[in-house]
């Protein structure tokens, strides 16, 4: 502060001089060489004193302030590198778990789709099975309502031969008539029939 306070000290009495002269002095338009020293060297003085003052108390901040601008935007520029990296990383980050869902809904698609073709063919196969089997049965069941039926007509058939030969002998058949006709008659539609 002690600096401060003799530069302000110099330029007051360097201006006094200069008004002091100046004053004293008629106005002259043209300087003379002695006027035009003394200004001349009050100017540089000034312009010395201001540059001290200035590159003391001014030009530090200023340069301290750019510095500390020059600092933030750097920081400010490293910063949004590291963000647009991250958020390139996170983007192919993201990427790569696009393509592997769509990877796995693929496979999955595919798993069900063969699935889907395993079950068809499973059921096919028991449907045809069961067709088979119901077939199978009916024809079983065809044969044997068939022998049902045939049994039951030749029954019938002997019974009305029977009374029909009753009626003609005009005698009664006796059971083992009847049986022994039966099974004669029986003998000779299973020969007919084979």
Avoid: H
């Amino acid at each position: 502060m002690n600096r401060l306070a003799l530069i302000t000290v110099l330029i007051a009495n360097t201006c006094l001089t200069a008004v002091a002269t100046a004053a004293a002095e008629p106005a002259n338009p043209i300087a003379t060489p002695k006027e035009g020293f003394a200004t001349g060297l009050t100017a540089i003085v000034l312009f010395l004193i201001v540059f001290g003052i200035l590159s003391v108390a001014v030009w530090p901040k200023i340069v301290s302030g750019l510095d500390e601008r020059n600092d933030k935007i750097k920081g400010e520029i490293a910063a949004a590198e590291d963000a647009r990296m991250q958020a390139k990383e996170a983007l192919n980050e993201y990427e790569k778990n696009l393509a592997d869902a769509r990877a796995q809904a693929q496979q999955m698609l595919e798993e069900t789709k063969a699935a889907q073709g395993e079950l068809a063919a499973q059921l096919k196969a028991r449907a045809e099975t069961e067709l088979g089997e119901l077939r199978e049965k009916a024809k079983a069941d065809i044969e044997a309502a068939k022998k049902q039926a045939l049994n039951e007509l030749y029954s019938e058939s002997v019974n009305l031969a029977t009374v029909m030969a009753g009626k003609i002998l005009k005698r009664e058949v006796s059971v083992n008539d009847e049986q022994r006709l039966m099974e004669e008659s029986l003998a000779e539609l299973k020969t007919v029939n084979s």
